[in-house]
C-alpha cells in the first residue's frame, strides 16, 4: 500500500505577480527591440500557460542582460514619455473647437460629412460625403461611424461601429478635432 508521501509533490500554482514580472521582461525585450512582435506574442502565450516557474525562467532567460540601472532608466524614460504624450492630448482638447451636442430631445441624428445634405458640413479632404452621426439614445449620446474612409475617433481611439460620448470627449472626423460640448 501507497501513502499520499511516496507520490511526488507537484509545485504550487505560479502565482499571478511571477506571470506579471515574466509578462514584464518580454514587453520590455519588445521595446527594446531584442524581441520581434511573433516572438513576443508566441512566448507570451506560453507564459500565460505555464505551470512551473522554471518555464517562465526559460522563456525570459536571454532577456535579463541589463542591470538595474539601465532597467530603472528605462522605467523612467517611459514614464516621462508617458507624461509628455498626456500633457499634450490635455493641452490640445482646451484649444479644440467646440461642438455642441444637439438637444437631447432632438428625434433626428445629426449626421456629419462633406454632402451639404448633413445637418453639419464639414468641407475637408479627409472627411468623407456622409462621415458619422451621433444621436442620443435613452439619455446616452452615441456617435456612430458611417463607413468613412478616414475613420471617426473618441478621445484618440477609432470608432469601430459605434460609441458612447460625453461631455467633454474628443472627437475627430479624419482629421478635424472638435471637443463636445453639452452647455
Known amino acids: 500500500m501507497t501513502s499520499s508521501f511516496d507520490h511526488q509533490a507537484h509545485p504550487a500554482r505560479l502565482s499571478d505577480a511571477e506571470r506579471d514580472r515574466a509578462l514584464k521582461v518580454l514587453k520590455d525585450g519588445v521595446a527594446l527591440g531584442r524581441l520581434s512582435h511573433d516572438t513576443f506574442v508566441r512566448r507570451m502565450e506560453l507564459a500565460l500557460a505555464a505551470r512551473r516557474p522554471d518555464e517562465l525562467a526559460a522563456l525570459t532567460a536571454d532577456l535579463h542582460t541589463d542591470g538595474r540601472w539601465t ?8 514614464a516621462v514619455s508617458g507624461l509628455t504624450v498626456r500633457l499634450r492630448r490635455a493641452w490640445t482638447v482646451e484649444r479644440l473647437p467646440k461642438l455642441m451636442l444637439p438637444g437631447s430631445g ?3 441624428p445629426l449626421r456629419i460629412g462633406r454632402d451639404p445634405a448633413n445637418r453639419l458640413r464639414l468641407s475637408h479632404e479627409s472627411v468623407s ?4 452621426e451621433l444621436t442620443s439614445q435613452g439619455g446616452l449620446w452615441v456617435l456612430r461611424d458611417l463607413g468613412s474612409t478616414n475613420g471617426t475617433t473618441v478621445n484618440g ?5 459605434a460609441a458612447v460620448v460625453q461631455d ?3 472627437v475627430a472626423f479624419g482629421t478635424i478635432a472638435f471637443r463636445l460640448s453639452a452647455d
Open 71 to 78: 532597467r530603472a532608466m528605462v522605467g523612467a524614460v517611459s
Open 106 to 108: 432632438d428625434p433626428y
Open 129 to 132: 460625403r456622409v462621415h458619422a
Open 157 to 161: 481611439r477609432r470608432v469601430v461601429g
Open 168 to 170: 467633454g470627449d474628443q
